[in-house]
């Protein structure tokens, strides 16, 4: 094919306002001091390696701190644990998404209202412990498999990890409903904006393109769901940390290449794996020009 490679941006890709929020409040107070994160700020490596530059230290247990400062991450944390943190008499910030303290607030209303609480979500992951660790009895669902296990209660209050994919939430949402039809069922749509955003752009995106380019780190959730929703549409999905990670391959002329990132993807990323696929792209036409003569 003699026509060049395309390479199109996602609408809406790469950081969302609550993990810039968090970088800034952590790169601040370190200029001032030296500070531990508990746990992981973020789930990119470049950020944290960013981070680990600055000064700034990681640890989860709050006892083992030496810093007088300790930061709580943007996926937020269980009161139980910021008590935890308070009580070893260190300065405790939070660099929680405003749109997590949603989510937790929604919950503890759902509870205060007599529900049983249905977290849908990764029942390990850091947000979702935040969200759980407070409760007493509890459900956390992530496949219809989970929802056909849940016992039937009077009540039933459901909200989801911010970074859920919509389509998913309200389908078990609609299957928990289903399950137990003489149940009152409370749904708190807590997927976040930027979340919502970034899956429909990447779906609008994987069906105009024959290959897509997901970056995000290893352990995103929400990069991982990014991977999910582009692969129902598109036939060749590649999920990169870096530039690097790209391989000539995966490529032919006359593709669309489709580029979107997870919402703790740093712009610095995106833009080195957009250069990166041009230089791909000049490559390729380059060697499919015809001989001299």
Known sequence: MNENMKILRAEHLGMCFGVRDAITLATRHAKAGPVTI????????????????????????????????????????????????????RQVLEATCPLVHVAHAALKKLVSDGFHPVIIGQRNHTEVRGMTEDLGAHDVVLTEADVDQLAERPRLGIVS???????????????????????????????????????????????????????????????????????LHCPRVHHVQEAGDLQSGWFELGDIVGLTAGTSTPDAAINEVDQALRGIAAQKTVAAQPACR
Not at 58 to 80: C, R, W
Request: aromatic content about 2%; hydrophobic content about 35%.
């Open 38 to 89: 508990l746990g992981e700020l973020v789930h990119n490596e470049r950020v944290l390696a960013q981070l680990r530059g600055s000064g700034i230290q990681f640890a989860t247990d709050p006892g083992k701190v030496a810093t007088p400062t300790m930061l709580i991450t943007a996926h937020g944390a269980s009161e139980q644990r910021i008590n935890a943190a308070r009580a070893t008499g």
């Open 161 to 231: 990890q911010t970074t859920q994919p919509i389509e998913r939430v309200r389908h078990l949402v609609a299957r928990i409903r289903s399950r137990f039809p003489k149940s009152e069922v409370r749904f708190r749509d807590t997927v976040c904006q930027p979340t919502k955003l970034r899956q429909h752009a990447a779906e609008a995106l994987a069906k105009a393109c024959n290959v897509v380019i997901v970056i995000g780190g290893e352990h995103s959730n929400n990069t991982r769901e990014l991977v999910v929703t582009s692969r």
